[in-house]
């Protein structure tokens, strides 16, 4: 099992969902990744679900409070990056363009978190984890493993995360046109070019999860209740697809060569 042990400035280091059904998203992720649950209550109240796989932290899962439900929010997967500094990155996205959503805030013993939207439309989370706490397992079956801005604009994109994360940015040699934010030579997130056929929708971050067999993960998705929004295809260097929850929240799954990559 692929062991996190430090976390570094632009590298994804957590997913959560939103849903309308806590203990109805449980059992499906449970269903589908076995993840085990563990309720805990934040400083506000409010109860987050912190997802394991064989005991190692790889996810969250919270409700949509009713105020976001009445603005039409729908139920969906949010990706966080780890920052050294949130209160430092918050300027760097003012400067370049973005906008703060919401923070800085501060959780006890978690850390300081913020939500921004950056200029092409997608929302994002920023996270500087405490010690403790953020993804501890990637790259498996059932964790994370890779995440992705779907923009019409990816070069807007790209600049915007270049400054603002201090990543570097290239374009994917087994796949031209598609973008790959990096930490030197290694890609931690990728930014793929809308195209008409994948829909008129808002630009977003996408989160994918392991699979050692799609086609099987598929099946196991739809037999809990699941739906399939994009059969199993190729990509260079991975197979996938394109899942939704019963609750309606949309996710990946893949299976790598090279996780990453």
Not at 144 to 166: C, H, I, Q, R, S
Not at 182 to 211: C, N
Request: charged share 20%.
């Amino acid at each position: 099992m692929a062991i996190e042990t430090a976390k570094k400035q632009g590298t994804p280091n957590w997913a959560d969902c939103a849903t309308t059904d806590l203990e109805a998203a449980e059992a499906f992720y449970a269903t589908l990744f076995g993840w085990s649950s563990e309720q805990v209550t934040a400083s506000d109240g409010a109860i987050y679900s912190i997802q394991r796989l064989d005991g190692k932290m790889v996810a969250g899962l919270y409700e949509l409070t009713k105020e976001l439900r009445s603005m039409g929010v729908p139920p969906h997967w949010g990706t966080y990056i780890h920052v050294d500094d949130v209160a430092a990155t918050l300027n760097r996205v003012g400067e370049e363009g973005g906008t703060i959503i919401e923070g800085p805030l501060e959780e006890p013993d978690v850390g300081t978190f913020a939500v921004i939207q950056d200029t092409v439309g997608a929302y994002l989370r920023l996270w500087h984890s405490a010690p403790r706490h953020g993804g501890e397992v990637f790259n498996v079956p059932g964790a994370m493993t890779w995440n992705e801005l779907n923009t019409k604009e990816p070069e807007k994109a790209a600049a915007f995360y270049k400054k603002v994360l201090g990543v570097d940015v290239a374009t994917a040699k087994a796949a031209p046109g598609y973008t790959l934010l990096q930490l030197g030579e290694k890609p931690v997130a990728g930014i793929l070019r809308s195209t008409p056929e994948m829909g008129d929708h808002p630009a977003s971050w996408d989160v994918y999860f392991a699979s050692a067999d799609v086609e099987a993960t598929t099946k196991q998705a739809i037999a809990a209740g699941g739906k399939t929004l994009r059969e199993p295809f190729d990509v260079p260097g991975a197979r996938m697809a394109v899942l939704q929850d019963p609750l309606g929240a949309v996710f990946e799954i893949i299976k790598m060569d090279a996780p990453g990559a």
